[in-house]
């Protein structure tokens, strides 16, 4: 009796919405037409609006223009990665490196993603503020003359995995500095699109772990993540763009010795300091005895190693019991106790991807 009555309120329900549902005039809202670009060709959307945009004022922003045009610059890294991706391979050289025949179709769609992000970025924007346009980017994978067309498409793989855990480690970051509730929803909706990338690359493509443990590495030091991202830049930016990321401080950057590290809980790292490039500090000058500490950040926590110096260009440094051994793992440098504000960095960060499957791919 009871069911006959519920299907017959269903029955009733549905028809309602069904009369409802005609209406096509008078609707309000939605994206602006053209969200995800404009100019298909066959291998995809290949343009996103303009690339240049005239320069403002830039006084007195807000906190989140700030932060999106800071993010907008960093989307066109993310955007132009997968934009030569799409244009350099094709199915049969991805199929010929040993990845699955939908990896193009799924590259294309991030892709689309990305030109989506942009508009995004662009819209967030306030008038009063200039929106950073594209830069020149270079990658490492394209070089045919040293590299084969299988150890392109694998460097290509591992690149895409890196900058998808980049923007994962500086979407959370943004998420703490946002002003307006409207600006952390956004850099949200964003960090959980992102993460469906880099699953995607991290599982059906490099065959590693998709998960991470027990939450993605908070890191509050944006900026400092987005000035590593700075290496990606290989030529001109718009000469009406503000510098990126702004507020950068410009921080030696940190690499370490694959051969010599021996990368698991409790093993060591033999971090080392990168040439400066990019108008970064030269790495800061050490000597033997000098007392310094690596703060190593997994999870929403840090913990703190230090280092007496032996050798002031390789810094040898045990690896914490972290919280668990995935996910991504953040290093930097601190001359303090313990790192409690972006200006207690002396160097930094490094950023990990700690996967056996990655780890072997990437040495
Ligand atoms: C689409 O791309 C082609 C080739 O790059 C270009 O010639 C054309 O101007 C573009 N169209 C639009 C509407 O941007
Ligand atoms: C894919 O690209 C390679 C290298 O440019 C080329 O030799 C091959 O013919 C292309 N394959 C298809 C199906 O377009
Ligand atoms: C792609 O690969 C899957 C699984 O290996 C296979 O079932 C499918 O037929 C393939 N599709 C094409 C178009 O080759
Ligand atoms: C790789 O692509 C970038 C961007 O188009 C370009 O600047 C660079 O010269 C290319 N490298 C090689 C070795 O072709
Ligand atoms: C790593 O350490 C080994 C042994 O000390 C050394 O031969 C090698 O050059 C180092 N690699 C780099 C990139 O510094
Ligand atoms: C570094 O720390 C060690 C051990 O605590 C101490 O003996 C040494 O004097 C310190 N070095 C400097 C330069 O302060
Ligand atoms: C690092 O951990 C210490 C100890 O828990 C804490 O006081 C400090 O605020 C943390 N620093 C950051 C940047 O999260
Ligand atoms: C760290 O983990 C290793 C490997 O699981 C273990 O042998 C070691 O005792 C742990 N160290 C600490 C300080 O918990
Ligand atoms: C810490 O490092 C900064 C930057 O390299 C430097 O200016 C400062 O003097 C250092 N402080 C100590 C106590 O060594």
């Not at 050289?93 to 990305?114: C, P, R, V």
């Not at 890196?162 to 409207?182: F, K, N, R, V, W």
Request: proline content about 7%; overall charge negative; glycine content about 8%.
């Amino acid at each position: 009796m009871i069911l006959t009555t519920s299907f017959a309120f269903f029955g009733l329900l549905s028809a309602q919405i069904i009369r409802a549902s005609p209406v096509t005039q008078n609707i309000i809202g939605g994206p602006p037409v053209g969200i995800y670009g404009t100019n298909f060709t066959k291998s995809g959307p290949v343009d996103q609006g303009p690339t240049t945009f005239p320069k403002q004022a830039d006084k007195d922003l807000s906190v989140d223009a700030v932060l999106f045009q800071n993010l907008l610059a960093a989307e066109w890294i993310v955007q132009d990665f997968y934009q030569q991706g799409v244009e350099y391979f094709n199915q049969s050289m991805l199929t010929e490196a040993g990845f699955a025949n939908d990896t193009m179709s799924k590259l294309t769609e991030i892709l689309q993603n990305e030109n989506g992000h942009l508009a995004i970025f662009e819209a967030a924007i306030p008038p009063g503020a200039t929106k950073p346009g594209k830069c020149q980017y270079d990658y490492g994978f394209n070089d045919s003359t040293t590299l084969s067309s299988t150890q392109q498409a694998q460097i290509y793989m591992t690149t895409l995995s890196l900058i998808e855990l980049g923007s994962m480690a500086y979407l959370t970051g943004l998420a703490q500095t946002t002003e307006t509730a409207t600006g952390l929803a956004t850099v949200m909706g964003i960090i959980s699109a992102e993460t469906r990338h880099l699953t995607w690359a991290n599982s059906a493509v490099l065959a590693g772990d998709p998960f991470v443990g027990p939450s993605d590495t908070v890191y509050p030091y944006a900026t400092q993540i987005l000035s590593t991202t700075k290496q990606f830049i290989s030529g001109s930016c718009p000469s009406e763009n503000p510098p990126y990321p702004v507020g950068d401080q410009l921080l030696p950057k940190l690499t370490y010795n694959e051969t010599t590290s021996n990368l698991q809980q409790g093993g060591f790292i033999d971090i080392m300091f990168k040439p400066a490039t990019h108008g970064d500090q030269n790495p800061p000058s050490l000597k033997k005895g000098d007392n310094i500490s690596a703060v190593f950040f997994h999870s929403l926590w840090n913990w703190t190693v230090p280092i007496t110096v032996e050798d002031p260009t390789v810094l040898h440094t045990q690896i914490p019991n972290i919280t668990s051994w995935s996910g991504e793992l953040l290093i930097s440098l601190t001359n303090k106790t313990t790192i409690e504000k972006a200006e207690d960095v002396i160097a930094g960060p490094m950023l990990l991807e700690i996967d056996s499957a990655l780890l072997s791919s990437l040495s």
